[in-house]
């Protein structure tokens, strides 16, 4: 993969010293590990929107769908001023070719979901959004998003990741001159991995490639991403995975013998039932395309999505 994968960040998750109580929340899988794979464009809306370190903390108030931002013990309304800065700086991120975005939970300006907000008796609820996360998600719908918090469940950061690496391999397709063979490749490519997430936007996408030469190529790009960014939306489940171990099943059918046929399906089903994590039938797929020298299959980001040492796809 050529250049780095651009993620966005919230600063603090980087070890910056930018908390209200000067303070950070390093996250060492996200430096260390993650970190190997892609430039982090880090976005710290309290400091950058000019309040220094330390600052008083803030909270968000009022109604969960439209709240205000305001300091905790002196009580004084900073919304408007936030939102100003956070609109001006999402234009800015547009030109940051982002694959996706990593926010800190719980923050009134940068947490995703479930942020307290505190209701006029100064009860709070988990139910607001921060109010840079929310324009951030409004200015930017379809990309990738989460939260620290979140990515420590191992299914939530192998989706997250898987996103991110497929968004980062559409990116360098459209960067390349435009073409209808460039798409098909593209799409060929990515094909059982779409299929993991929805088998009815995979058959979307075909009829849309097939009716390729029939549509203006610029529109033809657009309506592929909005179906793919739709398409990588969704979850995989072990279900969805399972039918597409099946479908890749069926490229051996001269070639196996009845008896690694049967080892195959028993795998897949172990894996069906949660007894195996999902790279115990993909290695031995992957071990069956090279020895039997599948090209459509050993092509496929479903087999090789991103680099091995994440260690995603390892659980059950
Ligand atoms: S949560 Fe957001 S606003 Fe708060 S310190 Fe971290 S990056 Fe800055």
């Not at 009022?62 to 100003?84: A, F, K, S, W, Y």
């Not at 435009?178 to 798409?183: A, K, M, P, W």
């Not at 490639?209 to 979850?235: F, H, M, N, S």
């Amino acid at each position: 993969m050529g250049n780095r994968i651009h993620l966005g960040i919230s600063t603090c998750l980087l070890g910056e010293n930018v908390r209200f109580d000067g303070g950070h929340k390093l996250d060492r899988f996200l430096t260390d590990t993650l970190g190997q794979y892609v430039e982090y464009v880090p976005v710290c809306p309290e400091v950058e929107c000019g309040f220094g370190v330390p600052r008083e903390s803030f909270r968000l108030v009022g109604d969960p769908e439209n709240p205000r931002l305001v300091t905790t013990r002196t009580n004084i309304d900073h919304t408007e001023r936030m939102v100003q800065w956070a609109r001006k700086r999402v234009q800015e991120l547009g030109k940051e070719d982002l694959c996706g975005y990593i926010f800190k939970s719980g923050s009134p300006s940068s947490g995703m979901e479930r942020v307290k907000v505190y209701d006029r008796n100064g009860v709070p609820a988990k139910v607001g959004v921060g109010v840079f996360a929310r324009i951030f998600m409004e200015h930017f719908p379809l990309l990738p998003v989460e939260e620290e918090g979140r990515l420590q469940d191992p299914k939530l950061r192998e989706n997250f990741i898987e996103r991110v690496f497929a968004l980062k391999r559409w990116r360098e397709t459209i960067a390349k001159k435009q073409s209808l063979g460039g798409l098909v490749d593209f799409h060929t490519k990515n094909k059982l991995l779409i299929l993991s997430y929805s088998p009815a936007t995979h058959r979307a996408m075909g009829k849309l490639v097939a009716q390729g030469k029939q549509i203006p190529l610029g529109t033809l790009y657009e309506r592929y991403q909005t179906l793919l960014l739709q398409a990588l939306q969704l979850r995989t489940t072990a279900k969805k995975n399972a039918n597409v171990l099946e479908h890749m099943l069926g490229y051996f059918k001269e070639q196996l013998s009845p008896d690694e046929k049967q080892e195959m399906l028993e795998v897949i089903n172990r894996y069906r039932k949660s007894l195996f994590p999902l790279i115990v039938p993909l290695t031995l797929m992957n071990h069956y395309a090279r020895k039997y020298d599948q090209p459509y299959l050993k092509e496929q980001s479903y087999l090789n999505p991103h680099p091995v040492e994440l260690q995603l796809r390892n659980h059950v």
